[in-house]
């Protein structure tokens, strides 16, 4: 078992390096319609909940007073599950790609599109099912932390512990600093526990609630290697992350002061740079989410592949593609584009 992961790493970016077309366009898809339809409800949903406050917006205070009240509790599951639940639907996504790709099947980009937001009832809630349960485990912590600040901070202004700091600053630091680590070690062995939710709500075409107790289940024994793989993931990620920006930046550095002597080359030079840095990002963003997707799609086909409800109609992953797309489904999306922008 030590040895799935890295054949996993290995299957997923073999797979990669085939179907990368495809992925390419259904992230393009789905951005555009988690832009246009999605994130305009989730705006509104916040919105709703804020008119009932009476006002535009809110403080500080009042944001803390609003999330502490047993409305703003019902608006923190009800909008932050939502929010995850819409990330939730570019995995589920690539997911459903790589699903595909480890039967040897090639599922295409609108049959991926269509898939998910066929599974979106399921999707939206299962991410405040998630996040309900983590405040169930953060909410003793986190009034332990809350009590201890009250206790030892509450005399002055936070302004005056950071610029004075005086010992009592240092000793509640270090306990909510202790209290947050432990929160962070409880979470990160949920989030184990519940790497295999998503996967079984697209493939076996479970409820939330029945998704997540399989995850738990079927999860035990391989938990510490999902931690290790997610670890190893954000840290090669962020590298390269921080490598790329560092690179584009060293050429800004250079090419700048090449051509100040023209204010139109600088701001062509500047403005080039930016869209460099934006593809830059695109690109390595779908390259670590699809390989995420991949690793984990491939891993649940090892560890629970019977009983999956997914088969998808798709022909070989090793033919090669067709380009042609037809015209009554670009209409269709530039309508659906129109209306979501409206």
């Known amino acids: 078992m030590d040895k799935i992961?890295?054949?996993?790493?290995?299957?997923?970016?073999a797979d990669f390096r085939k179907i990368w077309g495809q992925l390419l366009?259904?992230?393009?898809?789905?951005?555009?319609?988690v832009s246009l339809l999605l994130v305009p409800c989730l705006a509104f949903l916040l919105r709703l909940f804020i008119s009932g406050r009476g006002s535009g917006a809110l403080s500080d205070t009042e944001i803390a007073?609003?999330?502490l009240?047993?409305?703003?509790?019902?608006?923190?599951v009800l909008l932050g599950g939502f929010a995850i639940g819409?990330?939730?639907?570019?995995?589920s996504g690539l997911m459903a790609i790589g699903y595909a790709a480890e039967e040897r099947k090639r599922l295409g980009w609108f049959g991926a599109l269509r898939f998910v937001f066929a599974k979106l009832p399921k999707i939206l809630p299962l991410g405040s099912h998630l996040l309900a349960r983590a405040l169930v485990v953060a909410a003793p912590l986190l009034a332990l932390a809350g009590a201890v600040f009250w206790l030892f901070l509450r005399k002055h202004d936070i302004n005056y512990y950071l610029n004075e700091r005086p010992p009592e600053f240092y000793w509640a630091g270090g306990i909510i600093g202790i209290v947050l680590l432990v929160l962070a070690v409880l979470l990160i062995r949920l989030a184990a526990s519940w790497m295999f939710a998503l996967p079984a709500v697209l493939f076996r075409d479970l409820?939330?609630?029945?998704?997540?107790a399989h995850?738990?289940?079927?999860?035990?024994?391989?938990?510490?290697?999902?931690?290790?793989?997610?670890?190893?993931?954000?840290?090669v990620g962020t590298l390269a992350s921080v490598a790329s920006t560092w690179i584009i930046g060293m050429m800004g550095r250079l090419l700048i002061p090449m051509v100040q002597g023209s204010l139109e080359l600088v701001a062509l030079t500047i403005g080039g740079i930016g869209l460099l840095a934006l593809l830059t990002n695109f690109f390595l963003s779908l390259f670590t989410s699809a390989l995420f997707a991949f690793v984990i799609a491939h891993f649940y086909k090892e560890v629970c592949g019977e009983g999956a409800s997914f088969t998808p109609p798709a022909p070989s992953i090793d033919e090669r593609p067709g380009k042609r797309i037809e015209s009554k489904w670009i209409l269709s999306a530039c309508v659906l584009s129109l209306l979501g922008a409206i």
Request: glycine content about 4%.
């Open 215 to 235: 995850s738990v289940e079927e999860t035990q024994g391989h938990r510490k290697k999902f931690v290790r793989w997610v670890v190893i993931w954000l840290v």
């Open 25 to 33: 366009l259904f992230a393009i898809a789905t951005r555009l319609a």
């Open 69 to 76: 009240s047993p409305l703003g509790l019902v608006a923190l």
């Open 65 to 67: 007073a609003f999330v």
């Open 207 to 212: 409820a939330p609630v029945q998704a997540i």
């Open 86 to 91: 819409v990330a939730f639907v570019e995995q």
């Open 5 to 13: 992961i890295p054949q996993r790493v290995t299957s997923a970016l």
